[in-house]
């Protein structure tokens, strides 16, 4: 099969075929099934406990969270973490016979939206154990053992991570470099190596760990599986595997508490690992599975987790907000009365509700095993993140002066001391974390595009014969003419009683005609531009988008129509209208360029950039380079396959180069 992405072969490995209902993986093809977005109301009773927690959590948070004191001092005390862990904060997700509170994923997210909105810190120091922390891999690939021993520990006392990305390997995960190799013995493994950005490594005490085994190919009772080889000798490849890795092992080492742009509280180690010993028991499932579970896990912190943070933090800005463009008066006229406030306004409006339905309908779709929710969780985790920075920044803009400063220096003033620009410094995490958003939508276009991979195989791969080509051409017109007329026409949506709103009605026929007129446009694309369709960042991302600004209609019409019906608020249509009005105006705009636009020739522009072709741009300045900000005495290391490491040392700016063994 040829790959879409070049250097991505082991990704493409590590992925599997959608397996469960997709409402997405429908839609891409041109025949969206509108009833996988009808899901049955949420049972009463688990919605009454998720908010009577969420009453617990606030009142905990109002008396003993202090968000200004985890903003100056860049730490969350001990008293709130263990407060948390006695209220089983951080064993939401665990079931009850394991000592968690076994909520849904629905009461998860209600949850951490809660508690984004007072501290988003604390939020996500509470969210990364059991999103992407080591309950969710032992509770979805663990043995009972594991699970037993494992996941009463992280329910109620103690704190885990996940350590995946490396200095040199960030969204690339496949090419991690840390190593286990089994001991001669057969009874440990030796890992060597190091990692970074591990999102509360300095005060976990277990971490999941994904390293490279040397193993080799064995089959037994008809299974082939990948076998670690004793000291690595026989390896055939080194194969990705998660770990149940003690923090407390000798040859574990946090070097360095990372500091960022904002997330000031957040415990994030860079930490290596020397000669250190992981029982053969401590494997997480299968050897060579690791980055596929990995994958899967990530999916639970990009359909919950970073949503729900997302929309906890905008929500927190909204009314602040409000208050700024009803009270200030600038040339004897309140911003609300003028209409680039009004606006700026309505489009935070629209967004906010947009998130908040998305995360919604995701979350509810989570709760039912038989969705495969991967495009769909990626969406919501780039939407909200997206949509939260453009959020907060309008926002900012609003306030000024006042958005720029800093809640401390304001309240020296006696101003209140809204923390608008903390927040906008925070959000950038969002788009960051567990996935960037120029990662995920060629991700999310790989999904839409697997099926027609799968049937045009052999007309893409660039080294088939001519011959082969124009039989395959054949055969495809035979398969495709047929699918290709079906885009053509118009297929009457689901006779349910959420179809029947004249809204609704609208919005998902414009939604099921768009999608028909998707499919067509990636089929040409497929045609005119074949395997070079690969490399074509501008024309995948546009599909995501497209795909992303359909769901978003979907989730916000049935959001508005369910409330509406639950007597919540008659005005969520003004919102749902609105961003069915805006989104249709860059839909049919994107899919004309998914066929036509000018991405080349801004390459070419970058790409002579990057050649250096354009000296002038730094002309006039004191010109540096980014290793002139290196400190003297600086060494940095970076693994070269198997020779080991290269060290750089600084000195007087010149940079001296040696082989470590």
């Given at each position: 099969?040829?790959?879409?992405?070049?250097?991505?072969?082991?990704?493409?490995?590590?992925?599997?075929?959608?397996?469960?209902?997709?409402?997405?993986?429908?839609?891409?093809?041109?025949?969206?099934?509108?009833?996988?977005?009808?899901?049955?109301?949420?049972?009463?009773?688990?919605?009454?406990?998720?908010?009577?927690?969420?009453?617990?959590?606030?009142?905990?948070?109002?008396?003993?969270?202090?968000?200004?004191?985890?903003?100056?001092?860049?730490?969350?005390?001990?008293?709130?973490?263990?407060?948390?862990?006695?209220?089983?904060?951080?064993?939401?997700?665990?079931?009850?016979?394991?000592?968690?509170?076994?909520?849904?994923?629905?009461?998860?997210?209600?949850?951490?939206?809660?508690?984004?909105?007072?501290?988003?810190?604390?939020?996500?120091?509470?969210?990364?154990?059991?999103?992407?922390?080591?309950?969710?891999?032992?509770?979805?690939?663990?043995?009972?053992?594991?699970?037993?021993?494992?996941?009463?520990?992280?329910?109620?006392?103690?704190?885990?991570?996940?350590?995946?990305?490396?200095?040199?390997?960030?969204?690339?995960?496949?090419?991690?470099?840390?190593?286990?190799?089994?001991?001669?013995?057969?009874?440990?493994?030796?890992v060597n190596g190091e990692k970074l950005w591990c999102t509360n490594g300095p005060?976990?005490?277990?971490?999941?760990?994904?390293?490279?085994?040397?193993?080799?190919?064995?089959?037994?009772?008809?299974?082939?599986?990948?076998?670690?080889?004793?000291?690595?000798?026989?390896?055939?490849?080194?194969?990705?595997?998660?770990?149940?890795?003690?923090?407390?092992?000798?040859?574990?080492?946090?070097?360095?508490?990372?500091?960022?742009?904002?997330?000031?509280?957040?415990?994030?180690?860079?930490?290596?690992?020397?000669?250190?010993?992981?029982?053969?028991?401590?494997?997480?499932?299968?050897?060579?599975?690791g980055l596929k579970y990995a994958f899967s896990i990530l999916n639970v912190g990009?359909?919950?987790?970073?949503?729900?943070?997302?929309?906890?933090?905008?929500?927190?800005?909204?009314?602040?907000?409000?208050?700024?463009?009803?009270?200030?008066?600038?040339?004897?006229?309140?911003?609300?009365?003028?209409?680039?406030?009004?606006?700026?306004?309505?489009?935070?409006?629209?967004?906010?509700?947009?998130?908040?339905?998305?995360?919604?309908?995701?979350?509810?779709?989570?709760?039912?095993?038989?969705?495969?929710?991967?495009?769909?969780?990626?969406?919501?985790?780039?939407?909200?993140?997206?949509?939260?920075?453009?959020?907060?920044?309008?926002?900012?803009?609003?306030?000024?002066?006042?958005?720029?400063?800093?809640?401390?220096?304001?309240?020296?003033?006696?101003?209140?001391?809204?923390?608008?620009?903390?927040?906008?410094?925070?959000?950038?995490?969002?788009?960051?974390?567990?996935?960037?958003?120029?990662?995920?939508?060629?991700?999310?276009?790989?999904?839409?595009?697997?099926?027609?991979?799968?049937?045009?195989?052999?007309?893409?791969?660039?080294?088939?014969?001519?011959?082969?080509?124009?039989?395959?051409?054949?055969?495809?017109?035979?398969?495709?003419?047929?699918?290709?007329?079906?885009?053509?026409?118009?297929?009457?949506?689901?006779?349910?009683?959420?179809?029947?709103?004249?809204?609704?009605?609208?919005?998902?026929?414009?939604?099921?005609?768009?999608?028909?007129?998707?499919?067509?446009?990636?089929?040409?694309?497929?045609?005119?531009?074949?395997?070079?369709?690969?490399?074509?960042?501008?024309?995948?991302?546009?599909?995501?988008?497209?795909?992303?600004?359909?769901?978003?209609?979907?989730?916000?019409?049935?959001?508005?129509?369910?409330?509406?019906?639950?007597?919540?608020?008659?005005?969520?249509?003004?919102?749902?209208?609105?961003?069915?009005?805006?989104?249709?105006?860059?839909?049919?705009?994107?899919?004309?360029?998914?066929?036509?636009?000018?991405?080349?020739?801004?390459?070419?522009?970058?790409?002579?950039a990057l050649l250096g072709r354009y000296p002038s741009l730094t002309n006039g300045?004191?010109?540096?380079?980014?290793?002139?900000?290196?400190?003297?005495?600086?060494?940095?290391?970076?693994?070269?396959?198997?020779?080991?490491?290269?060290?750089?040392?600084?000195?007087?700016?010149?940079?001296?180069?040696?082989?470590?063994?």
């Amino acid at each position: 099969m040829p790959q879409l992405f070049k250097g991505m072969e082991d990704i493409e490995e590590a992925r599997e075929q959608i397996a469960g209902s997709s409402f997405m993986g429908g839609l891409f093809l041109g025949h969206p099934e509108f009833h996988l977005l009808c899901l049955p109301d949420e049972p009463a009773e688990e919605k009454e406990i998720g908010e009577a927690y969420c009453r617990t959590i606030e009142d905990f948070l109002r008396r003993h969270v202090d968000p200004d004191e985890i903003e100056r001092t860049a730490k969350i005390p001990e008293h709130v973490l263990s407060g948390l862990q006695n209220l089983g904060a951080f064993g939401m997700k665990i079931p009850k016979e394991y000592g968690g509170l076994g909520f849904s994923h629905t009461n998860y997210g209600r949850v951490l939206m809660l508690m984004a909105s007072w501290s988003n810190i604390l939020s996500l120091t509470v969210a990364v154990p059991q999103s992407i922390g080591i309950a969710m891999p032992i509770l979805l690939f663990g043995n009972t053992e594991q699970k037993k021993k494992y996941l009463p520990r992280v329910a109620r006392k103690e704190i885990s991570a996940f350590a995946l990305t490396e200095p040199q390997t960030g969204s690339d995960a496949a090419n991690i470099q840390t190593e286990a190799i089994l001991n001669a013995a057969g009874t440990h493994f030796l890992v060597n190596g190091e990692k970074l950005w591990c999102t509360n490594g300095p005060i976990a005490s277990v971490v999941t760990l994904i390293a490279r085994v040397p193993s080799k190919r064995e089959t037994r009772h008809g299974q082939t599986a990948w076998v670690p080889v004793r000291e690595g000798k026989g390896a055939e490849r080194q194969v990705h595997t998660a770990f149940i890795l003690e923090m407390n092992s000798e040859g574990v080492t946090v070097q360095q508490r990372c500091q960022f742009e904002g997330c000031r509280g957040i415990e994030n180690a860079h930490m290596t690992f020397s000669d250190v010993r992981i029982p053969v028991e401590n494997v997480i499932g299968e050897v060579g599975k690791g980055l596929k579970y990995a994958f899967s896990i990530l999916n639970v912190g990009r359909a919950i987790s970073v949503p729900a943070i997302c929309v906890g933090m905008a929500k927190q800005a909204w009314q602040p907000t409000l208050d700024r463009v009803n009270s200030r008066v600038t040339f004897q006229k309140p911003l609300s009365q003028r209409q680039t406030q009004m606006v700026r306004t309505g489009q935070m409006a629209a967004n906010l509700f947009a998130m908040e339905a998305l995360s919604a309908l995701v979350w509810h779709m989570a709760d039912h095993e038989t969705y495969d929710i991967r495009i769909e969780a990626a969406i919501a985790k780039i939407r909200c993140s997206e949509k939260t920075i453009q959020f907060l920044k309008d926002a900012q803009i609003i306030f000024g002066g006042m958005g720029y400063e800093t809640a401390d220096s304001k309240r020296v003033r006696g101003e209140p001391a809204f923390v608008i620009e903390q927040l906008v410094r925070d959000a950038e995490m969002s788009r960051i974390g567990e996935g960037a958003t120029d990662i995920l939508r060629p991700f999310v276009a790989r999904e839409a595009l697997n099926p027609h991979l799968e049937k045009t195989k052999r007309y893409l791969d660039e080294h088939g014969s001519a011959f082969t080509r124009m039989r395959e051409i054949f055969n495809l017109f035979q398969w495709y003419l047929p699918q290709y007329w079906g885009h053509w026409k118009r297929k009457p949506l689901p006779s349910r009683q959420e179809m029947r709103h004249p809204n609704v009605h609208k919005h998902l026929c414009y939604v099921e005609h768009a999608s028909r007129k998707l499919a067509r446009a990636i089929l040409y694309a497929l045609a005119l531009h074949r395997e070079a369709l690969r490399d074509d960042q501008g024309r995948q991302s546009r599909i995501e988008m497209v795909g992303e600004d359909l769901l978003t209609i979907a989730a916000t019409s049935l959001y508005a129509a369910s409330q509406s019906r639950l007597g919540t608020d008659a005005g969520l249509w003004d919102l749902a209208n609105e961003v069915f009005r805006t989104h249709r105006v860059r839909i049919d705009r994107m899919i004309t360029e998914i066929i036509h636009n000018d991405d080349k020739e801004t390459a070419a522009v970058g790409t002579r950039a990057l050649l250096g072709r354009y000296p002038s741009l730094t002309n006039g300045i004191i010109e540096r380079g980014l290793d002139d900000y290196l400190s003297k005495g600086t060494v940095r290391l970076f693994r070269q396959g198997q020779e080991g490491f290269v060290e750089h040392t600084v000195r007087d700016k010149n940079v001296v180069t040696v082989l470590r063994p």
